[in-house]
């Protein structure tokens, strides 16, 4: 059975940080790229990040470019977005996802950005 759990969410105050991470179990990760999503109040899922499992080469948002970090640890089947200078707009749902599945979305980590 495949599960996406991910964690590390909270309450923030702007220009902080926080290290979310994506547990998977039911596959095996490094045969896929694996992407952050994140869902703003009232507003689409977006891309955030993706790392490919080919080259482990990454891509990220514009709006994150240069603040934030993916990367996967194979062996503990986890993948990790460490989010650096967090601005309110980074607010919102966190999620994981591989890319090119039909898996179900995990239940997300909210992260709120706020003083």
């Known amino acids: 059975q495949v599960q996406l759990v991910e964690s590390g969410g909270g309450l923030v105050q702007p220009g902080g940080s926080l290290r979310l991470s994506c547990a998977a179990s039911?596959?095996?990760?490094?045969?896929?790229?694996i992407g952050w999503f994140r869902q703003a109040p009232g507003k689409e899922r977006e891309g955030v990040s993706c790392?490919?499992?080919?080259?482990?080469?990454?891509n990220y948002a514009d709006s994150v470019k240069g603040r934030f970090t993916i990367s996967r640890d194979n062996a503990k089947k986890t993948v990790y977005l460490q989010m650096n200078s967090l601005k309110p707009e980074d607010t919102g749902v966190y999620y994981c996802?591989?890319?090119?599945?039909?898996?179900?979305w995990g239940q997300g980590t909210q992260v709120t950005v706020s003083s």
């Open positions: 039911g596959f095996t990760l490094d045969n896929y790229a």
């Open positions: 996802k591989p890319y090119g599945t039909l898996y179900d």
């Open positions: 790392l490919r499992s080919s080259d482990g080469s990454t």
